[in-house]
């Protein structure tokens, strides 16, 4: 016979390690998310994402460096370049040129060239712009692990959930196998139909499919855990039970991931914003020179003796400085597309606020009425098993019927269901009310 006494007032998940293999290891909801945080394959991308920002950000700052290079260019003429020189020149008349050709088959140059920005406001505003957006790296990390967190956290009930509800399952076709082994017994004494024993035979076939079907959920979400915990599928899982605590928790409203995420990205448009307005007028200066040496030859060796190259220094130093005077306006249509960014920036914060009042107060609706549900089920579990121990009395006695039992077992099925299906809300709710009030925490 089914007996509750023993079971917690405010919890049911009674639940065991499966199998007995003594190598299996007994994860707790803490172990499983501290294994995420370093084995879940999202994670780790999320990690290599955040090193690509840091990598990003010492490139731009890089540009803030001299750079060097060393050049080397050599040319052979086949055909040395013409120009025409006033005919004046060689005592000509005037308005006449004279053809010329100047210079050597050979030319080499070789140098060394120096560039370094003194000031761009493209420049220090991407550094800017780039360092925000690091910040924007780490907490879209955070959010990944949020969101691995709530994944875990939902699979890890649900398996309890499931286990619970097998557990029940097990009781139930416990007592129908003993009911349907008394049934025969009294069928064999002409003292029930056959189809009394039909009905319990269905009962039992109907619980050991709900059974089947439940084992098969129980893995797959043991599967599911075991891939964000990042765990191989072939080890062997078993999860801890946990309890629901009779205590209100109310959790202190933070800034949630999502709010902190659009002020980030608000002061990564302003700084564009502010960038943008810099650049129309501000002049963008650099420094640059040159030191090398030009070697000229010839196809022979030169009339008079003398080597064949003959190489002549050459070296400068330069500023270069460039001030926007008219670019079309493109600069000004830009600055407005940012501002329509900042102000639909805005209102998604407002949006998100909004919407997270309206999911909190929801969530404590459905935290509180489960929380009802949940005793009330207990006690109906309770009155159902009752009512079923004196139907089964009076079934012995002749004053009930097949009939009348398993109307009062389809009672306790009923208020087990509502007891799962309270519990699944609570915790739900509970899990909800974490994350809109910014109360998720992990490592």
């Not at 960038?275 to 030009?294: C, D, E, I, Q, V």
Request: with cysteine; charged share 20%.
């Amino acid at each position: 016979m089914k007996n509750y006494k023993n079971i917690p007032i405010l919890f049911l998940l009674l639940f065991f390690a499966i199998g007995s293999n003594k190598a299996q290891q007994v994860w707790s909801l803490n172990q499983c998310i501290d294994s995420a945080m370093v084995n879940n394959k999202k994670l780790l991308i999320g990690k290599n994402e955040m090193r690509l920002s840091n990598e990003k950000e010492r490139e731009v700052k890089a540009n803030l460096l001299p750079k060097i290079t060393a050049n080397g260019d050599y040319k052979y003429y086949t055909n040395l370049p013409t120009q025409l020189m006033p005919a004046a020149v060689f005592g000509g008349p005037q308005g006449f040129y004279k053809e010329a050709n100047f210079g050597v088959n050979h030319n080499l140059l070789g140098n060394i060239q120096l560039g370094m920005p003194i000031y761009s406001p493209e420049l220090f505003g991407g550094i800017e712009k780039v360092k925000i957006a690091k910040e924007v790296s780490e907490l879209q990390y955070q959010k990944s692990a949020e969101d691995v967190y709530f994944d875990i956290t939902n699979l890890f009930y649900n398996a309890q959930i499931i286990k619970s509800q097998m557990i029940f399952i097990d009781s139930n076709l416990n007592n129908a196998n003993k009911l349907l082994k008394n049934v025969k017994l009294l069928n064999q004494q002409l003292l029930a139909q056959k189809t009394d024993v039909a009905k319990v035979e269905l009962q039992v076939q109907q619980l050991k499919t709900k059974r089947r079907i439940l084992d098969s959920k129980y893995s797959q979400v043991l599967n599911g855990l075991k891939m964000q915990i990042g765990i191989p599928q072939t080890t062997d899982l078993a999860i801890e039970q946990i309890s629901l605590k009779q205590d209100k928790v109310e959790y202190a409203t933070k800034q949630t991931l999502d709010l902190r995420l659009l002020d980030t990205k608000f002061s990564l448009l302003n700084s564009e914003l502010k960038t943008l307005k810099k650049s129309r007028y501000l002049p963008t200066a650099f420094l640059y020179g040159s030191l090398g040496a030009m070697g000229y030859g010839y196809k022979k060796p030169m009339p008079m003796g003398g080597d064949f190259y003959k190489f002549y220094n050459m070296g400068f130093v330069g500023g270069k400085i460039s001030i926007p005077i008219f670019n079309g306006t493109v600069t000004n249509k830009k600055i407005a597309q940012k501002k329509i960014e900042l102000e639909n920036n805005d209102l998604q914060k407002e949006l998100i606020a909004d919407r997270n009042s309206l999911l909190s107060n929801n969530a404590k609706l459905k935290q509180s009425v489960a929380k009802e549900t949940i005793n009330e089920s207990q006690l109906q579990m309770k009155l159902a098993q009752t009512i079923y121990d004196k139907t089964i009395l009076q079934q012995k006695e002749g004053l009930a019927s097949i009939t009348d039992v398993l109307l009062a077992d389809n009672a306790i099925n009923q208020a087990q269901q509502n007891f799962i299906s309270a519990t699944i809300d609570y915790l739900k709710a509970d899990l909800e009310l974490k994350k809109i009030t910014g109360n998720v925490t992990f490592n």
